[in-house]
DNA sequence: AAGCCTGTTGATCATCTGATCAATAAAAGA
DNA sequence: TCTTTTATTGATCAGATGATCAACAGGCTT
């Protein structure tokens, strides 16, 4: 019967260390928010003694802008991966709409809705901000130009209109964080928004191609 | 010439303490986050020592949450008054969304943004973003509810719809606090996403009538 | 004028935080 | 094997925070 786990941490490369810290660093933010990541509870997720997670970074403040930008980084290039397949832009934009509203990133929604606030005092996590919130703004710039590229959609700000679908989609995912019930259709509601932003054809955006409601 | 203000605050009735209390509260928060409100920092801003701030109040949690609803509350009261000049329900819609866009309630938006959050780890904050969501809904359906009595609107979920533009409302603030530039005409495109939903005439909801863009 | 009521104080406690760094020990190189 | 390098420790510091409460004093009643 051995006594309590080792006494001290089994030496590793800093590279492997780094990750591990990185990686219990990121499930602390999706599970307890990015609040939840101090040196102490990071190192004992780890295993180590706190001193050492200060080691692998220059500053707290830093830790967690990095770890925001690896979640939603994530987050981008799944979905961007999704959509890479379809071959149409109506159906790209559909699917898009319907998988970041079907609730199962809501742990992600968290994390961007805690990073908005938190930037406010955490400037390297600010910075963080605004380069993913570019990132997806691209992707869906992407849809909306190969849409109109394709003669599917017209609209003559693909830009504007990219981060207006952005804006939308991140407040009603926020607004899902809180209150659940009394929406309904949530996805028929936005792909028909939708369609009248990017001038898409009335349907054309709804899951399975008809108008329900 | 006097020396350092007085020692000890003038002993005031509990209501005027409490109501300067508030006052300070609504302040920090509106200034610097609700995250700033502690028992410390509201003392300072009255004048009185710490301990008289804890004496009016159970704990902390509680003075969020009421400051976030006294914030917040007004908001909306402030809203609905502007709307209920309007006899048409296009012309309050229409308002409506011009005057959340405007961005003279951004300190607002964060105070809210902040109470998504926060309300994770403090439960009567909590509560109180469901009660103050939920009247906001309530003024939106007012309006479309409205409209469609008129004959203005046609959607045949007055209730779905309003949570949906709230919700858009409230992601396109959330993201105009991070980010200001790069959209163009947001209250144009948002009006046209809602005329989609509500079944309004196209160009009906943009400000001044007619249709850009 | 005396005395009571209560608004007010501020020191105190227990916790938590980020950051620092001398000491330790395990691995790598000689 | 001996030496050098460095990953790791954990105690320590300064600074916050919420909460508590005995002591104080201003204003009111009698």
Redesign the interface.
């Known amino acids: 019967m051995s006594s309590t786990p080792p006494r001290r941490a089994a030496r590793k490369a800093p590279s492997e260390r780094a990750a591990e810290i990185a990686e219990a660093a990121r499930q602390l933010a999706l599970e307890r928010?990015l609040?939840a990541i101090t040196l102490r509870s990071v190192a004992a997720r780890v295993g180590v003694a706190s001193g050492l997670v200060a080691h692998y970074q220059p500053n707290v403040d830093a830790l967690v802008a990095d770890t925001f930008a690896t979640i939603v980084a994530a987050e981008t290039a799944e979905v961007a991966a999704l959509l890479a397949r379809l071959p149409e832009p109506p159906q790209r934009l559909a699917l898009l709409l319907d998988t970041l509203l079907d609730g199962a990133r809501l742990d992600v929604t968290?994390v961007w809705?805690?990073a908005?606030?938190l930037?406010?005092r955490n400037e390297a996590l600010?910075a963080s901000?605004?380069v993913q919130?570019d990132a997806w703004?691209a992707v869906l710039q992407d849809v909306v130009e190969a849409g109109i590229a394709a003669g599917r959609f017209e609209t003559?700000?693909a830009?504007?209109?990219a981060?207006?679908i952005?804006?939308?989609?991140?407040?009603?995912?926020?607004?899902a964080?809180?209150?659940w019930d009394?929406?309904?259709?949530?996805g028929v509601?936005?792909a028909?928004?939708?369609?009248?932003?990017v001038g898409a054809a009335r349907g054309s955006l709804v899951h399975g191609g008809s108008p329900r409601?």
């Open positions: 928010g609040a968290a809705v805690e908005w606030t930037g406010r600010a901000v605004r919130m703004q003559p700000d830009a504007s209109v981060w207006q952005l804006g939308m989609i991140d407040g009603l995912n926020a607004q964080l809180v209150r009394g929406v309904n259709d949530r509601h936005l028909r928004a939708v369609e009248g932003m409601a």
